[in-house]
């Protein structure tokens, strides 16, 4: 979704910009700009399409500046133009401002600067806050800023910049990610970390509703009613080299391979072995109420929704606390029973999905204790959660998400081990299944092997139109998780199954020109799995199995088995997503699709 980055220090402005838009390129955009500040006055350049076509416009008039801010743009309000596009101007055009997020009462807002004599030109709900904030201007920005913000509904990550004070930029939040970096004589403001990395590790993440000031000298941080808020500088974990290529094709496929190692790091120093226990430190102040939790509800979206119907299955299993998983988008609105001892669980990759933090909101005003499964340190959903336990997969940046599925389950996993300890679960069996959940990156590697068969499988059936996903139990969230894929990079249409659910209708759909993949590991659903493949194979389905390896039955069955490790079947979910995963890849590069940004989407969903 759209993107900030804004600097000011001694460096020459624009490159920096330049460079910082292009490492947000990953979140999904269709425009972008810029403004510089030099001599007394602004300088704007704005593009519909992308990067490259914006830097197609920038000139030497635009050297010598060292403060500037910049944008990419996924449209919501008004196409993709280049009027609508980020930066938007004043009535004056002496100030400029970016924004992220949606300004809900934007066409109240219109009315009255048109009662004002103000005209607003674009399509945008940006331009209105734009105009707003140069209506309350007189001789101070940050007053300017502080002033329309608090007329506004809705969310907002904005940078703001006046030529009238070019040696300041102001910026706030509300329900929109920003971070201040800060360097060694410069600053920069980026909504994404991404942005700034390659600058400084040292960052303050602001809050919703606070306003922040930088200058020359130094920054300051208030509230919207001017009031001093102080903030710690803290350090991002992530390293430059985490989120470039590094010789692979694409950020999927390199996260793909990655999975071994991401998880090798999001379980180091978590499983006692000693103890048969897992230590997880951000849960351990909130351990005792935890346990005698009566209700858990798992919330998520995409495919954090799919890892919590895994964590549904293990918390069940290990711990026999009743759980529940609900779309984020359907628990906000639905007002939902959260009675005393109710526990919800945020998943989220981003740590920012709008749905899912307000889901989280909603859960807490009625009184539940709310646990994050992050990714993003310093997020809004990590910071907004009373506990939680972070990921530590490393930044993910293809659309598609694949490491960091692996690690929303890898995490619940532990969950589940750890308040099932507490509870109902013996020394032995947690033992044993820890030391599973140990082998759980080597066996991964090993199932990586499969990539040059799925290549070939993909290059079969690229052109099939519809695919069926097929699992039971704990597969069937890998159902739908390898249809999700595929459809979401491929643009192929896949849905997933429940096996069983077959016979009552979608069984229908079956014919030589459908691709089924299903999912058939050795476990207790092992033999009904079977039968949902005879069912398929006798209506002429083309049908791809994931299966355990040495299993010579089932490959008498299927026209092409993709063979993985044996790994006990709470966990073989962690195993078998591997090759669904490099299914879609294949099928979308070979149907010469942009894999690592699909169109449409983006990787971080910040409105709804
Ligand atoms: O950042 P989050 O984990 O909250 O994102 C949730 C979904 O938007 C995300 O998982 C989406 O479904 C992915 N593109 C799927 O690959």
């Known amino acids: ?18 460079e910082g838009l292009k490492r947000l390129d990953y979140r999904g955009y269709d425009s972008a700009g810029l403004v510089i500040a030099r001599d007394g006055k602004l300088t704007l350049r704005k593009s519909a399409g992308r990067i490259a076509s914006l830097e197609s416009k920038l000139d030497h008039s ?20 280049d009027i609508n596009a980020h930066p938007h101007t004043d009535q004056s055009g002496r100030i400029a401002l970016v924004h992220n997020g949606i300004i809900e009462n934007y066409r109240t807002l219109t009315r009255y600067l048109e009662s004002e004599g103000v005209q607003v030109e674009s399509e945008t709900d940006t331009e209105v806050l734009a105009k707003l904030v140069g209506h309350f201007y007189e001789g101070c920005l940050e007053d300017a800023v502080r002033k329309a913000l608090r007329e506004v509904r809705g969310t907002f990550g ?109 379980l180091r120093g978590r499983l006692d072995m000693d103890e048969a226990r897992v230590q997880l430190g951000g849960l351990a102040h909130v351990a005792r109420e935890l346990i005698k939790a009566k209700r858990i509800i798992l919330t ?21 606390i009743p759980c529940e998983v609900e779309y984020s988008s359907e628990f906000r609105y639905r007002n939902p029973i959260v009675e005393d001892g109710t526990v919800l669980i945020s998943i989220s990759q981003s740590g920012e999905t709008i749905d899912t933090l307000a889901a989280l ?63 109902h679960l013996s020394p032995a069996a947690c033992d044993q299944y820890l030391r599973t959940l140990a082998t759980v990156p080597d066996v991964i590697e090993k199932t990586l092997v499969l990539d040059e068969q799925c290549r070939e499988i993909a290059a079969e059936y690229a052109d099939a139109g519809n695919w069926l996903y097929l699992g039971r139990g704990l597969q ?50 092992y033999e009904k799995v079977i039968g949902n493949i005879e069912e398929v194979r006798s209506r002429g389905g083309r049908v ?29 979910p962690l195993v078998t997503v591997v090759p669904l995963q490099m299914l879609a890849y294949h099928a979308a590069v070979l149907r010469g699709c942009d894999v690592d940004k699909p169109r449409n989407l983006a990787k971080a969903v910040t409105v709804e």
């Not at 500046?65 to 944008?71: R, Y």
């Not at 659309?399 to 929303?408: E, I, P």
């Not at 249409?493 to 993949?517: F, R, T, Y």
């Open 544 to 572: 791809i199995v994931v299966a355990t390896e040495g299993d010579t039955e089932v490959a008498k069955l299927a026209e092409h088995v993709l063979f993985v490790p044996e790994i006990d079947e709470l966990l073989a």
């Open 158 to 266: 904005i940078a703001a910049i006046s030529a009238e004070e070019p040696d300041k930029l102001v910026a706030a939040r509300r329900g929109s990610p920003l971070i201040l970096g800060i360097g060694k004589e410069e600053f920069l403001i980026a909504s994404d970390a991404a942005a700034i990395i390659q600058h400084t590790a040292n960052v303050i993440y602001l809050e919703d509703n606070e306003v922040l000031v930088v200058d020359r000298d130094g920054y300051k941080t208030t509230n919207l009613d001017a009031t001093p808020v102080t903030k710690e500088v803290e350090a991002i974990e992530w390293t430059l080299e985490q989120i470039e290529l590094g010789g692979f094709s694409h950020f999927m496929r390199k996260e793909i391979y990655e999975q071994p190692e991401a998880l090798r790091t999001c």
């Open 300 to 320: 998520g979206c995409g495919t954090a929704w799919h890892a919590a119907l895994i964590g549904e299955y293990l918390i069940e299993e290990l711990a026999r």
């Open 476 to 525: 069937y969230p890998i159902a739908l998780e390898g249809a999700l894929k595929l459809k979401e990079i491929s643009y192929i249409h896949a849905e997933g199954l429940p096996a069983a659910e077959m016979k009552h209708g979608p069984i229908a759909l079956i014919s030589e020109d459908m691709p089924v993949v299903i999912l058939a590991p050795r476990g207790h659903w």
């Open 361 to 423: 909101r909603e859960a807490k005003n009625k009184g539940a204790m709310a646990l994050g499964v992050v990714n993003s340190v310093g997020s809004t959903i990590a910071r907004e959660t009373d506990a939680g336990v972070y990921l530590h997969v490393g930044p993910e940046i293809g659309v598609a998400s694949t490491k960091a599925f692996v690690g929303q389950v890898t995490v619940l996993a532990m969950i589940a081990a750890f308040l099932g300890r507490r509870s």
């Open 1 to 18: 979704m759209c993107g900030i980055v804004a600097y000011i220090g001694k460096r020459d402005v624009t490159p920096i910009l330049i």
């Open 62 to 81: 635009l050297d010598g500046s060292t403060i500037g801010v910049a944008h990419t743009r996924w449209a919501t309000h008004g196409a993709p133009t």
